[in-house]
């Protein structure tokens, strides 16, 4: 099976070579594991490596991402400019829409945004989608809404042949019983573990699932450092 590079060479290793092409992975884990800094590695690597890629946000601000971005020595604004790289920002239009609703009176309920009103309008030549985060699905809608929404997104990617992110907070991922985990085509975790004598954090990332491989070390410690994400030590 052919592979995309994470852009993180440890993790390249860990996964036989990166992530499995136009296929859809989940990322999940707590606030502030590293989730974001992995999908930017991704989409930096394969901007340059000339794949045209789509980021779609949903929760912050695109001036906030492309800073992080910058911080950890990824500059994603010469791939902007080239137009390799397209940024949705749902969230922004979202507080657009309501500005310009609530001047009509009509307040929050009739504003819509949709991530796949995105992909359904995207172009058949994009190689490379990172949502980040679809977590909201899981405050917007129940079980049932948010497994028909996350299938409708993962089929518009997969007949795309797209190879995808899924960005997901830990709670809306227990919130809707992890079915996302079951239903893309690999997870990864990323989870720490603090001692609180040391007063230190230990980081993880664990391949929990990646159909088609052969992961033959799940637990890896890892760390964020000015230069992103680096895999330090790998655990059978
Ligand atoms: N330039 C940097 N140098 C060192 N560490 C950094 C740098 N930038 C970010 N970090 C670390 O990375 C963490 C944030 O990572 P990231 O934004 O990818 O988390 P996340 O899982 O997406 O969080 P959230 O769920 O809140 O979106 C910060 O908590 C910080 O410790
Ligand atoms: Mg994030």
New binding site residues.
Partial sequence: MESLSTGIKGLDVLMDGGYPKGKGILIT?P????????GLHFLHRSCQEGRRCILILTRELTEDILS?AR??KLDLEPFLESGLLSIRNVFEDKMNKIKFVSKFGKGLCSVDADIIEYLSAMSSEVDVVVID?IGVLAINYDIKEFADEFSSISIILLKNECTSLF?M?EDSYNLTHRLAGYMAFGLIR?MSQENFSSGKTKQYIYIEKMREKTVPVKYSLFD???EGMRIIISMK
């Fill in positions: 884990g606030p502030g594991a590293g989730k974001t800094i992995l992080q911080s950890i985060t960005i907070d990323l964020i450092t000015p």
